[in-house]
């Protein structure tokens, strides 16, 4: 079967075409086709909306399909709010409810909604799925997701800690659990997210019981461009002596702080290259990240009631040596015990790669958020008769 997997940001739409087969199984190469559509709205740019981007991708997939039809599309979508706690089969109403969630994540979801609309009106029967960064992390409790703030700004407003990255931290932590003969259900870990955004979420039972993002993907870690946690005084402060307003606050912790603000570099691999060269605000910001992020694995730790891995994955946590490293060093305390060599091999597959004698597995897991929303989709079809099994 072939599943489209569609990424809508405000301006852009990135998909992916995969092979599945009904059982869920894939070939060897399962991307079919993959591309971007860009500067979509922007004047000058030839693409008004999201559905002339998909009149684009139409052209595009046109060459690839060869007469086979698009079985079933998936969206990957940034807000579920509290409604959506699992990936959901498309209906009309769906497509509301995500649009009168955009004050949660107002650049996002009204994207989405584009491209469902853009889809099921140019190709009404297909079906169509949608995954959310945040229905993973539905199952915490509410300790974990409530600010101590007044209660009227959760009843009234929904402010409260959503988390994201869900479908990514659920994929993984369904592999390290396989890769450790842990039944799911069982396993308690920690998972660590590092890509250009960041988060940790502490799994037990197989489930999010706490996780390091928060009302929006600021919250937690020091990530490429983002502060992650700040006393929120410096906010008010700033505001109040006329420094930045709203729009520019917004920017400077989202867009200007993390890594870069801290060095002018967003990569971790150019961080690092230029901490090894002796550069100080390099070495500082890889101090203030690991330090950061130990912190939080000590606390999920505690959180998990004793957590039976750690778990590595995205961008940096698949590929950093010496992030992973930066970070096991200062896990010591916890009896976490790591092997140099198994840290520096290079690899495509899950793998373990601390001492015999650690107190508790350090793995290293790809992930891959394309192929779970393609799964994810084909089973969500399935299971509404959508899709034949
Ligand atoms: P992601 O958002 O998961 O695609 O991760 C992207 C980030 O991963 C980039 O911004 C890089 O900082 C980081 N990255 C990718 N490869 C490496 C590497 N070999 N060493 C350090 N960081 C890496």
Excluded: C
């Amino acid at each position: 079967m072939l599943i489209l997997v569609i990424n809508s940001g405000s301006s852009s739409l990135k998909y992916q075409l995969r092979e599945v087969a009904a059982d869920g199984t894939e070939p060897a190469e399962p991307v079919v086709a993959q591309g971007l559509v860009e500067r979509i709205g922007v004047p000058g740019s030839g693409v008004d909306n999201h559905a002339e981007a998909l009149e684009q991708i139409d052209a595009e997939l046109e060459q690839v399909l060869q007469g086979r039809t698009i079985d079933a599309a998936g969206h990957r979508v940034v807000h579920g709010g509290e409604r959506f706690k699992a990936p959901t089969l498309v209906t009309m109403e769906v497509i509301r409810a995500i649009e009168r969630l955009a004050p949660l994540a107002p650049l996002h979801n009204p994207a989405a909604a584009q491209g469902l609309r853009a889809i099921a009106e140019k190709w009404p029967d297909m079906p169509q799925a949608v995954v959310f960064d945040t229905s993973f992390h539905q199952s915490m409790p509410e300790e974990a997701w409530r600010y101590a703030l007044p209660d009227a700004l959760y009843t009234e407003n929904g402010i409260r800690r959503y988390g994201f990255h869900g479908t990514s931290h659920d994929l993984v932590t369904g592999i390290a659990a396989e890769t450790l003969g842990i039944q799911r259900a069982e396993f308690n870990a920690v998972i660590l997210h590092l890509g250009n955004g960041a988060s940790a979420t502490a799994i037990r039972g197989g489930a999010s019981v706490d996780t390091s993002m928060g009302y929006t993907p600021l919250a937690g870690l020091v990530m490429g461009t983002r502060s992650g946690d700040v006393d929120p005084s410096i906010i008010t402060h700033l505001i109040r002596n006329g420094a930045y307003d709203a729009e520019q606050m917004d920017r400077m912790l989202n867009k200007e702080s993390g890594l870069l603000g801290m060095t002018g570099n967003a990569d971790m691999r150019q961080v690092i290259d230029s901490a090894h060269a002796g550069h100080r605000r390099s070495r500082t910001a890889l101090k203030v990240a690991s330090y950061r992020l130990a912190k939080y694995v000590g606390g999920y730790h505690v959180a998990v009631g004793g957590a039976q891995a750690v778990v590595f994955t995205a961008g940096i946590g698949e590929n950093s040596a010496p992030f992973r490293s930066a970070v096991l060093d200062r896990l010591e305390p916890l009896g976490i015990a790591y092997d140099a060599e198994a840290n520096l091999e290079r690899s495509e597959a899950a793998r373990v790669i601390s001492t015999e004698d650690s107190a508790i597995p350090v793995l290293v897991v790809p992930t891959n958020e394309e192929m779970a929303i393609a799964q994810l989709t084909l089973t969500v079809a399935q299971d509404h008769g959508a899709l034949e099994r």
